[in-house]
Every structure is written in structure tokens, then in C-alpha cells.
T-cell receptor
Framework: AQTVTQSQPEMSVQEAETVTLSCTYD???????LFWYKQPPSRQMILVIR??????QNATENRFSVNFQKAAKSFSLKISDSQLGDAAMYFC????????????FGAGTILRVKS | NAGVMQNPRHLVRRRGQEARLRCSPM?????VYWYRQLPEEGLKFMVY????????ESGMPKERFSAEFPKEGPSILRIQQVVRGDSAAYFC???????????????FGPGTRLTVT
């Protein structure tokens, strides 16, 4: 079974600085998707960024980028120029590409942004 | 295009009562997923449905829990004889059907927070 591990229960960053959230996963499959979701205090799940495993290029969405290391099964999220609105719980998630549409989530990392 | 709708947003039930959680997917989406989030934890998959079919219920507890997605109307997650351990946030997500493609984008609703007293 696939597992997703987020080893940092909580992280802090100064406003305008850069922070990296870690995620590792375990799978025997070669084709899959990886995601980062943001959950603010409203509890709404918001998709931040998506990475297809067959793509070597790291995904980027504005201030958010990932460092995808397939061999190491590592998928970290980098947030540049952190803003107060980035404060939230961040979840890393895995999904197999061909079958089984369920998302497998990590336990989450709370990100605090200091002004 | 309205997002995924869930109601109620908050539901309080006494032990032994039934809880019914509703999810209306985004327009044009025919795949629905239910996830449960216990306090201080990540989301855990429960069930995946298409219209009138349960595709994957590997995450559903064996007893008291059931789900349906009828041809007409919202998807329903039903919990019979609730216990305190059922207190959690229940999220619904939906995804579209794109001809020839496996759906991968899941759009989440705001969740229903169930409290069992």
C-alpha cells in the first residue's frame, strides 16, 4: 500500500522569506500523481500544485514550486516570498495514475507566517 | 460554475442517532469521493462512487457506514448509530469525466463537521 510521510508537524517562516515543506512517499508503481493541498482555518481544501511522475521538470505555480526526486521518492514544496495568507495546514498527497482514484494524504504540516 | 456543495456544514448528533451527509458535485462531474479527517490528522479515503455505482469502498468501515450516488440528486454518506469516534470532518470531492482520460483532478467541498455528543 502507498504511504505518504510528512516529517515536519509544524514550520515557521518570516514574511517575505522562503520555506520548504518536506514530503516522502512509498510506492512500487512508476506512474502516479503527487499533489500539495492547502487547508486554511476555513478547512476548505485548496489544490496548490500538481506533479505528474513521468515529467522530469518540476512543477511551478507562481510562488510555489516543487522539488521532485523520483528515485528518492521525495516531493518537497517551496514557498517563496511568503505571505500572511500562506499560513495554513499543508498536505502532501499521492494518487496512482491508472486505477484507484483515491488520494493518499500525509498527516500535514502546519505553516505559520510571522510578520 | 458553483463548486462542490456539502450540507449541512455542521451536524450534531447524539450517540445512537443517524447522520446523513449530502454532497452535490460540480456541474458535469460524475465521480464523487468521500474522505474523513479526524482531529489533528490528514484526510483518509472512504469511498469512490460514480452515478449509481460504488467503484471503491476500501476505506469504508465495515459496519454502520454506507454511501450512495443516485442517478438524480446528491451523493449521501450515511452513518447509522453514531458513536463518539465518528466525530470528524467529512469531505466530499468530485472530478469530471474526460473522454479517454482517467480523471485526476479532485475538487473538494467545504466539508461537514460531525459532532457526536
Amino acid at each position: 500500500a502507498q504511504t505518504v510521510t510528512q516529517s515536519q508537524p509544524e514550520m515557521s517562516v518570516q514574511e517575505a522569506e522562503t520555506v520548504t515543506l518536506s514530503c516522502t512517499y512509498d510506492t512500487s508503481e512508476s506512474d502516479y500523481y503527487l499533489f500539495w493541498y492547502k487547508q486554511p482555518p476555513s478547512r476548505q481544501m485548496i489544490l496548490v500544485i500538481r506533479q505528474e511522475a513521468y515529467k522530469q521538470q518540476n512543477a511551478t505555480e507562481n510562488r510555489f514550486s516543487v522539488n521532485f526526486q523520483k528515485a528518492a521518492k521525495s516531493f518537497s514544496l517551496k514557498i517563496s516570498d511568503s505571505q500572511l495568507g500562506d499560513a495554513a495546514m499543508y498536505f502532501c498527497a499521492y494518487r496512482h495514475m491508472e486505477y484507484g482514484n483515491k488520494l493518499v494524504f500525509g498527516a500535514g504540516t502546519i505553516l505559520r507566517v510571522k510578520s | 460554475n458553483a463548486g462542490v456543495m456539502q450540507n449541512p456544514r455542521h451536524l450534531v448528533r447524539r450517540r445512537g442517532q443517524e447522520a446523513r451527509l449530502r454532497c452535490s458535485p460540480m456541474k458535469g462531474h460524475s465521480h464523487v469521493y468521500w474522505y474523513r479527517q479526524l482531529p489533528e490528522e490528514g484526510l483518509k479515503f472512504m469511498v469512490y462512487l460514480q452515478k449509481e455505482n460504488i467503484i471503491d469502498e476500501s476505506g469504508m468501515p465495515k459496519e454502520r457506514f454506507s454511501a450512495e450516488f443516485p442517478k438524480e440528486g446528491p451523493s449521501i454518506l450515511r452513518i447509522q448509530q453514531v458513536v463518539r469516534g465518528d466525530s470528524a470532518a467529512y469531505f466530499c470531492a468530485s472530478s469530471p469525466v474526460i473522454e479517454g482520460q482517467v480523471p485526476y483532478e479532485q475538487y473538494f467541498g467545504p466539508g461537514t463537521r460531525l459532532t457526536v455528543t
